[in-house]
């Protein structure tokens, strides 16, 4: 399996709080992604990193954050969570794009709202 | 900008049955299309992907697609469903222009006895 570690798996927190996730890699991939799933909706990209300090917005991007310092980590913050931010996150790895896609997955990141 | 969609929510097969998830994709260049399980409580792993080589695909698990340009699809097949292909299927596409890797809505299977 590919070193991808989510952090923390669980998480349950108040509405307008900030909350930060972190992915770490252990594969040295250049590409980190992150994800949200929600039921109907399927995976929506929030953000994904290109290198270090290279990151770019995905599709819903708003209300969050996203940062690379290293090769290894790619934190997400929800700057104020809201309800609508309640879903399962997921962190993603591949070593390019292209050809070169070949995505792993961490485990996921319950996040829950209240 | 490039996308998938994947038709039907949900399908529903007997044990021993053809599975067959569809994917129609949208792209102005030649597309690099993947397919994804996740099984409960899991992340998503890789099943197969194309990326022009040859346009049958073979991936794990007995599962394969097969690339239509002609119809814009990229539909997964499996000739006998078995109770462990229970779970979600995406499609998902690696947009050229963006790095960014798409995916669709998911299509969850269902295995009968």
């Known amino acids: 399996d590919a070193g991808i570690t989510q952090s923390p798996r669980h998480k349950v927190t108040e509405t307008g709080t900030p909350v930060t996730l972190r992915c770490h890699q252990t594969?040295?991939?250049?590409?980190m992604y992150w994800y949200r799933q929600d039921p109907g909706h399927g995976l929506r990209l929030i953000h994904y990193?290109?290198?270090?300090?290279?990151?770019d917005k995905g599709e819903v991007s708003d209300g969050y954050s996203v940062s690379r310092s290293k090769t290894e980590d790619f934190l997400l913050t929800l700057e104020s969570a809201t309800s609508s931010q309640t879903s399962v996150y997921f962190c993603?790895?591949?070593?390019?794009?292209?050809?070169?896609?070949?995505?792993?997955f961490g485990q996921g990141t319950r996040l829950t709202v209240v | 900008a490039q996308s998938v969609t994947q038709l039907g929510s949900h399908v529903s097969v007997s044990e021993g049955a053809l599975v067959l998830l569809r994917c129609n994709y949208s792209?102005?260049?030649?597309?690099?299309l993947f397919w994804y399980v996740q099984y409960p409580n899991q992340g998503l792993q890789l099943l197969l992907k194309?990326?022009?080589?040859?346009?049958l695909v073979k991936g794990i698990n007995g599962f394969e697609a097969e690339f239509k340009k002609s119809e814009t699809s990229f539909h997964l097949t499996k000739p006998s469903a078995h109770m462990s292909d229970a779970a979600e299927y995406f499609c998902?596409?690696?947009?050229?222009?963006?790095?960014?890797?798409?995916f669709g809505t998911g299509t969850r299977l269902q295995v009968f006895p």
């Open positions: 990193s290109y290198g270090v300090k290279d990151t």
């Open positions: 993603a790895i591949s070593p390019g794009t292209g050809t070169r896609t070949e995505a792993f």
């Open positions: 792209s102005s260049v030649p597309p690099y």
């Open positions: 594969e040295n991939h250049r590409y």
């Open positions: 998902a596409v690696s947009d050229q222009s963006t790095d960014k890797l798409i």
């Open positions: 194309y990326t022009s080589a040859a346009t």
